[in-house]
């Protein structure tokens, strides 16, 4: 296998990239200065390096704890529970959250062979027990068929586990401001109705 070949094979293997767009990228890369591309592959590698898992969150920090967990003006009696590290980036962006998260490290998938002891779940428990200050846990899963079997199994773990002290919620779900009723699927429309409220 050639080089361009090999690059080609492992920029296709990266999510949302197909053999063609790995192609593009390839012979792209092929025509810049190598200056550029050693800087790409220095990025790479420092990501590689130096990213971890917070040991509190499993947020991706070069400092442990991350950011977010080290902030004392966040809330912790609030825990928001997401998929993927990437996940916390767009609630941050809503500028509406203060709390903290945790991020499970996928979701369940018994079809792909993934099941609760492949998540971060027993660290979840683990931050409720011994007198927490934690109030309430969002669970922010992805509205796919994954995230809601993950955010049910959540549910009941953690109504059993916190003896009610701690408020287990789920995000509401529904239609994206801007969208259209006509182009959205039944299940939308069927949770945006559930999740319907008083205007203001």
Do not use: F, W
């Amino acid at each position: 296998m050639s080089v361009i070949d090999e690059l080609t094979t492992e920029l296709a293997k990266l999510p949302g990239i197909g053999r063609k767009t790995a192609t593009r990228l390839t012979y792209h890369l092929l025509k810049q200065p190598a200056v550029a591309v050693e800087r790409l592959a220095r990025a790479i590698r420092a990501v590689s390096e130096r990213v971890t898992p917070c040991s509190v969150c499993g947020n991706l920090t070069e400092q442990d704890p991350c950011a977010i967990c080290a902030d004392q003006r966040r809330d912790p009696r609030l825990v928001c529970v997401v998929e993927e590290a990437s996940d916390i980036g767009a609630i941050e962006r809503s500028g509406e959250y203060r709390g903290r998260y945790h991020v499970l490290g996928g979701h369940l998938s018994p079809l792909d062979g993934i099941g609760p002891d492949d998540l971060r779940v027993e660290p979840l428990l683990a931050r409720l027990r011994n007198g927490s200050a934690v109030r309430e846990v969002i669970l922010a899963t992805n509205p796919s068929m994954e995230g809601e079997v993950t955010a049910t199994y959540l549910r009941g773990l953690l109504e059993g586990a916190t003896t009610g002290n701690v408020r287990v919620t789920r995000i509401a779900l529904g239609l994206p401001v801007g969208g259209d009723l006509e182009y959205a699927d039944g299940v939308t429309i069927a949770r945006a109705l559930a999740a319907r409220r008083e205007m203001a």
